[in-house]
């Protein structure tokens, strides 16, 4: 899987690594028990510090995106996904309250911000194919 | 208006401060022409840095959101809030790609991401009276 990130962005790069991850996962790039590089070579490799990648695998771990094995190493949960908690309710209502603020001010309808968010949600698992909602 | 900032969050102050502001100002309890507190008032106010208010102030000027005037100060845009721009546009599928790409993986179908995107916009604007769209 290709990560990208942008230094020069104000998304702190522990935060950036972890969308990507994310990203992979719902595209279908990553699968179930897919292996993920160690800390150390995913460090190297993206040219960042030890700590940033394992803040990220952490926190992903903590969620229930990844499971970290003493020998199998770093896999994208095999076990089931995390479902849809209060926590991630919450948290996704209130990162989403920012860009339709935004949005609203600038003159977007709510019909065009719900497209907008659809036509996301479409990009965002394009590669899934029968897995998909 | 009440700002609240987190300061155990992830999200950078300027940050948190930029998505108050936008956020009073979609609500309306911001409206254009309404003057806000200067640069070292709110800072004191709110027990944060100089710089940081200064930092939110500059962009929200850079995009338009308001005015820094040398006499009336800072006011929240009187001569109309910026369109939806190309960058805006990026910006807004960008962040909404991380919301959409996670609440896929936990089982959240387009349909329902969709639902929550309108209720979200309807709660950002709720207090906007006869000018919402």
Redesign the interface.
């Known amino acids: 899987m290709f990560i990208e990130l942008d230094l020069q962005s ?1 998304t ?1 790069i522990y ?1 950036q690594l972890i ?1 990507q991850l ?2 992979g ?3 279908g790039e990553l699968k179930p028990g897919d292996p993920l590089p160690s800390v150390r070579s995913l460090a190297e490799d993206l040219g960042i510090n030890l700590h940033t990648v394992n803040k990220s695998y952490n926190l992903l771990k903590q969620e229930g ?1 990844l499971q970290v094995h003493r020998k199998k190493g770093v896999i994208v949960q095999p076990d089931g ?4 908690t209060d926590d ?2 919450e948290k ?2 209130h ?16 019909e065009e ?2 497209q ?10 394009k590669n ?1 194919g029968g897995e ?2």
């Open positions: 104000d702190p935060a969308d994310i990203g996962i719902a595209s995106y996904m995390p479902g849809i991630f309710l996704l209502r990162q989403m309250r920012s860009l339709a603020a935004a949005a609203a001010i600038r003159g977007m309808s709510e911000f719900a907008e968010s659809r036509a996301v949600y479409r990009t965002a698992i899934r998909q909602q």
